[in-house]
T-cell receptor
Framework: DTGVSQNPRHKITKRGQNVTFRCDPI?????LYWYRQTLGQGPEFLTY????????KSRLLSDRFSAERPKGSFSTLEIQRTEQGDSAMYLC??????????????FGDGTRLSIL | DQQVKQNSPSLSVQEGRISILNCDYT??????FLWYKKYPAEGPTFLIS?????DKNEDGRFTVFLNKSAKHLSLHIVPSQPGDSAVYFC????????????FGKGTKLTVNP
């Protein structure tokens, strides 16, 4: 079990630029989730995939945000025309699906985005 | 609106004593609750969970209690160890198929040697 891997760990960019983050879930997990965490807050749900299908999206996911999981394995989260308010930690999680203590969501260490 | 509330931003206890972290929720449609621990520069790590049909779940030094009528749950850590110092998040699942977790703001626990 190599855990959930996220790259890059840190991203600094200028306002207006596009950024893309990658998440590699635990290999046998079919569910993949994206969350955003800002200072002093808990993680906030953005979207989730079951295999390659995007099944749920939060209102937080504006039209500048897009997520994909093309082959049901790794996922990318792209933010276009970044704004100051996009500065946050972006967390990815994966699970075997369903709900229960046997199938919790396992989180990566996140990508910290800073907008200059 | 904050559906999952952790009203204590911080808690400090002595090593060996009990740590009690509290969480309140407002949505009666939550049917599953989880606790995560987070160290600086790391992602949240799953600790323990409880279904709404139970009132207690125990795993080693960690016990979670659920009081549905009060919409309150608590995490007990006994005995507390310095390595338990971290931010603890309470999270909840909505019944009805959504798999998103709704998190509280977290409580920073400091266990003093």
């Amino acid at each position: 079990d190599t855990g959930v891997s996220q790259n890059p760990r840190h991203k600094i960019t200028k306002r207006g630029q596009n950024v893309t983050f990658r998440c590699d879930p635990i290999s046998e997990h079919n569910r993949l989730y994206w969350y955003r965490q800002t200072l002093g807050q808990g993680p906030e749900f953005l979207t989730y995939f079951q295999n390659e299908a995007q099944l749920e999206k939060s209102r937080l996911l504006s039209d500048r945000f897009s997520a994909e999981r093309p082959k049901g394995s790794f996922s990318t989260l792209e933010i276009q025309r970044t704004e100051q308010g996009d500065s946050a930690m972006y967390l990815c999680a994966s699970s075997l699906g369903g709900r229960g203590s046997n199938q919790p969501q396992h989180f990566g260490d996140g990508t910290r985005l800073s907008i200059l | 609106d904050q559906q999952v509330k952790q009203n204590s931003p911080s808690l400090s206890v002595q090593e060996g004593r009990i740590s009690i972290l509290n969480c309140d929720y407002t949505n009666s449609m939550f049917d599953y609750f989880l606790w995560y621990k987070k160290y600086p520069a790391e992602g949240p790590t799953f600790l323990i969970s409880i279904s709404s049909i139970k009132d207690k779940n125990e795993d080693g030094r960690f016990t979670v209690f659920l009081n549905k009528s009060a919409k309150h749950l608590s995490l007990h850590i006994v005995p507390s160890q310095p390595g338990d110092s971290a931010v603890y998040f309470c999270a909840a699942h909505l019944q009805g198929g959504s798999e998103k977790l709704v998190f509280g703001k977290g409580t920073k626990l400091t266990v003093n040697p």
